[in-house]
């Protein structure tokens, strides 16, 4: 039997949990929190005072911060692009609209969520050029993405689990800076939704577990192939208008390294924490490939701890499209 169809295999044998796995992880749309939850109410008599208390407590953020806060933004919004590319793995069929098809579209519309409030936000803060802003969510969405897993189930669990892991980080961080400023809506609004992200992170790490068990060769090759390749943000075609794929991208990140936002460190302490979750060093019965890729996974953290020690990061900050000084 080919590869491919073993994933398929164990992707189908797994389905059987799948409703189990969306009662557990994600939550109803009647219970769960709004954007409106937290923002100025449009149809209250206390609208405009709500809107000019936001726009002066902003007025403390830092010029990092607001780009940082911009591209976490940018990143939700291009939701399409991400829900399109996993309806495409193996296993998961829309047409028929079975249990992983069902999941992926319940999992967008939680995370559909974060980019309305946040891009609700920033708009009524008046900080930022939203006219730029939204220009660089529509050439991401345009340009689409490649984050190297192909249709491969196992690879695209591996992605999403440290992928989800490294954005709980981001907004967390955003919600502790914002709450440092004393803009404490704000701060409330990133940790809910640093809430999702991590909640979403347990739950794509747990499907890794469970095909660890039933195929542990192969799942292991899988994370060895993601770590090698190393994990691209789903952002990383990031650009500002008239420019080329990928030339703000590198910019932002210095932004978000600069104020602690999400740093070198941060991808290789993730890294060791799916390490630790998924208990590489104990899984047996593994191929001799496999036992490689295992010392090759279980030596990389200390490898890349001693790369990011020699990163140095610009102090000046690039100035961006979307966030105009003279705004601030």
Request: glycine share 4%; with cysteine; charged share 25%.
């Amino acid at each position: 039997m080919s590869i491919k169809n073993i994933r398929l295999e164990v992707m189908q044998f797994l389905e059987k949990n799948v409703t189990g796995y969306m009662d557990q992880y994600l939550i109803p749309v009647e219970q769960i929190w709004q954007p409106s939850d937290f923002l100025p109410n449009s149809e209250g008599d206390n609208f405009l005072e709500e809107v000019k208390e936001l726009r002066e407590i902003s007025k403390d953020l830092p010029y990092d911060f607001w780009v940082a806060m911009v591209g976490d933004m940018i990143t939700e919004e291009a939701l399409p692009t991400y829900e399109n590319w996993l309806m495409e793995v193996e296993g998961v069929d829309n047409e028929e609209r079975n249990g992983w098809s069902a999941w992926v579209r319940q999992w967008t519309g939680e995370e559909n969520r974060h980019g309305d409030l946040l891009n609700k936000y920033l708009y009524l803060s008046g900080r930022v050029n939203m006219r730029e802003i939204e220009m660089t969510t529509q050439h991401l969405i345009n340009d689409g993405f490649d984050i190297g897993t192909g249709r491969d189930p196992y690879k695209n669990f591996v992605y999403t689990s440290f992928q989800e892991l490294a954005t709980y980080v981001s907004h967390n961080r955003v919600s502790q800076l914002a709450k440092s400023y004393g803009d404490k809506k704000l701060s409330k609004m990133c940790k809910m939704i640093a809430g999702d992200e991590m909640r979403h992170h347990h739950a794509y790490s747990h499907f890794v577990s469970e095909i660890f068990k039933v195929d542990p060769s192969e799942m292991m090759l899988a994370f060895q192939y993601m770590m090698k390749a190393k994990i691209v943000m789903p952002a990383h075609f990031l650009r500002e208008s008239g420019q080329k794929i990928s030339s703000a991208f590198e910019l932002f990140s210095d932004s978000a390294q600069r104020i602690g936002v999400y740093t070198a460190n941060d991808y290789v302490e993730i890294m060791q924490k799916l390490i630790t979750k998924w208990e590489i060093d104990k899984i047996s019965g593994l191929t001799d490939e496999a036992e490689k890729a295992r010392d090759y996974l279980m030596k990389l953290p200390a490898r890349m701890a001693r790369v990011s020690e020699r990163i140095v990061i610009p102090k000046e900050s690039h100035i961006f499209k979307w966030v105009e000084p003279a705004r601030l």
